[in-house]
């Protein structure tokens, strides 16, 4: 069941990729083509019907260049900005209880997304490729990680930082005993990605 905060999110989301589409007079289907997400579940996301995966709003956020923050947008962006502890919504939910919340993503003069990652033991996230150029800096605050990037597998423990190429499918897994507290900035190039390249 959806918090509050995270029906405003799916609503807001709803709103903006709406808005997005029309501003830049896309169809649906010219949005799924370029995003590679189904125009079914476009529908989907523009109704406010589905809590989208981090993965497909990565997809259709690099379709219209911006961030995923950018699609969370509720007003036009202050020149500074006090986000609340309780504030960023719960984008991911893993099967044991861990959660990735998007704490804050900018668009100017770059496109960055800064998010805290929980992730009880033995929990994974599968993490397709990104837009070209994108890196990701994961620091482990606590606990242990292990990144897997194309096959290779990575052992990242706590107070160890992690800089890689994310534009390549990449997989996040807690192999520890104890839960695994991350921070992550995802740094991305900007610009449309037109996913049919």
């Known amino acids: 069941m959806l918090t509050d905060r995270e029906r405003d999110a799916q609503a807001a989301i709803a709103r903006q990729v709406k808005s997005l589409r029309q501003g830049r007079r896309w169809s649906l ?13 476009l529908v989907q996301i523009e109704g406010a019907r589905t809590n989208p995966s981090i993965g497909t709003l990565c997809r259709v956020a690099e379709s219209f260049g911006v ?21 960023p ?30 992730m009880a033991p033995g929990e994974d996230h599968d993490s397709g490729d990104h837009t070209p150029r994108t890196r990701e800096i994961i620091h482990v605050r606590e606990g242990e990680l292990e990144v897997t990037i194309d096959v290779t597998n990575y052992a990242v423990r706590t107070g160890e930082t992690i800089d890689f190429t994310a ?6 897994r807690n192999p520890g005993t104890a839960e695994a507290v991350l921070t992550m900035v995802v740094v991305m190039p900007q610009g449309e990605y037109d996913r049919r390249r």
Not at 67 to 87: H, M, N, W
Not at 167 to 172: A, E, I, M, Q, T
Request: hydrophobic share 35%; no cysteine.
């Open 89 to 118: 919504a719960v984008l991911w939910r893993g099967p044991d209880g861990g959660t990735g919340r998007l704490l804050r993503g900018v668009n100017d003069p770059a496109f960055v997304e800064v998010w805290e990652w929980r």
């Open 67 to 87: 961030s995923i923050g950018r699609l969370l947008e509720t007003e036009p962006e202050p020149v500074v900005k006090i986000v609340g502890a309780d504030e």
């Open 29 to 41: 289907d010219e949005l799924a083509s370029r995003s590679g997400v189904s125009k079914g579940m």
């Open 167 to 172: 534009d390549r499918p990449h997989r996040y």
